[in-house]
């Protein structure tokens, strides 16, 4: 019993409320602005999520993993359906949507989407503790995501689920992603990763939107031809498995130059500045919080005889 109470406290997040016994506050009369409501709804879930047990967690991943891979299938069937036109481009694209809607509407763990949440308790309170702690998270998610992934896009190849129209067009859409050089993938991967961390900012307050606040932020990464870690892995591991590219080319120029951008993008881009202007509200707050205390003290102690 007392191992596993010492086990708890090390998987606990550093922060001000655990100090203190109590919950973080979410609700809008209470905080400086709507901004700061949301801020607080996000950081209440990223400190659920890195201390979530580390199986649950890599579960989760490679269930998303998996179920990312409905993107590529989506937007192959769409594309070996469609008559080649200017208008097919456009349309096979809401395909790449799907993938991402049977995630996050499933609270699956997807790397840039459930690991951007947990970068604000860690910019709220940066210790060793919490770093580790999303060191974790992005290990199990990205390690899990990019098995799954494989998973799929293994079966893709292996396993007679498609027409051989409906494989050349997966064959054709992951030839895509390879035209760009390392750079390409960095910039790509930034952008991407700066709208996926859009998306999560957007979700709290989206309510019965949701659904369409997923379909258009992943459109345009979609529409932009924009690299995305583990949506990409599905697409490269195809090639891979089918012999079309070397196994090193996943490597290099794709997941390593796609994955640093879209950290770039989603934590040290959109995170910090978002966490930033926060935090000037919040310590506004907490500052004319403290006055008001002091006066009421002061007040109360010139009351007395």
């Known amino acids: 019993m007392q191992q596993e109470h010492k ?15 109590k919950e973080i506050e979410t609700g809008e009369d209470n905080l400086p602005s709507k901004a700061a409501a949301v801020h607080e709804v996000i950081r209440m879930e990223g400190e659920k999520e890195l201390e979530r047990d580390g199986q649950a967690l890599l579960w989760s991943a490679i269930a998303a993993g998996l179920s990312i891979s409905a993107s590529l299938m989506a937007k192959g ?4 359906r469609l ?3 200017p208008e097919r481009f456009f349309i096979e694209n809401i395909g790449y949507t799907v993938g991402f809607i049977i995630v996050i509407m499933a609270r699956q763990q997807l790397f840039t989407e459930n690991t951007v949440t947990a970068v604000l308790p860690v910019m709220q309170k940066l210790t060793g503790k919490n770093i580790l702690l999303l060191l974790r998270l992005w290990g199990l998610v990205l390690g899990g995501n990019i098995l799954g992934g494989g998973i799929a896009a293994l079966a893709f190849h292996l396993v007679p689920f498609f027409d051989t129209t409906t494989d050349e067009a997966f ?3 992951s030839l895509e992603i390879m035209e760009k050089g ?13 709208l996926i961390a859009t998306m999560v900012w957007m979700i709290p307050s989206a309510g019965a939107a949701k659904l369409w ?38 490597i290099w120029p794709f997941a390593l130059p796609t994955l640093a951008g879209n950290i770039a993008g989603g ?3 959109f995170a910090l500045i978002s966490h930033a202007q ?8 907490k500052k004319a919080k403290a006055k008001k205390e002091e006066q009421e003290a002061a007040k109360k102690e010139a009351a007395k005889p």
């Not at 069937?77 to 070996?80: G, K």
């Open 7 to 21: 086990k708890q406290e090390s998987s606990d997040v550093d922060s001000d409320e655990h100090a203190q016994g």
């Open 77 to 80: 069937i769409l594309h070996a």
């Open 83 to 85: 008559p080649d036109s």
């Open 171 to 173: 064959r054709t859409i």
């Open 182 to 194: 390392p750079e390409a993938m960095f910039v790509g991967g930034m952008v991407s990763g700066w």
């Open 213 to 250: 606040v997923i379909m258009l932020m992943t459109y345009m990464v979609a529409i932009g031809d924009l690299t995305h870690i583990v949506v990409g892995s599905v697409e490269v591991l195809y090639l891979v498995f089918s012999g079309a590219i070397p196994w090193y080319e996943f």
């Open 267 to 269: 934590t040290f881009i």
């Open 278 to 285: 926060i935090r000037n509200d919040m310590s506004n707050q």
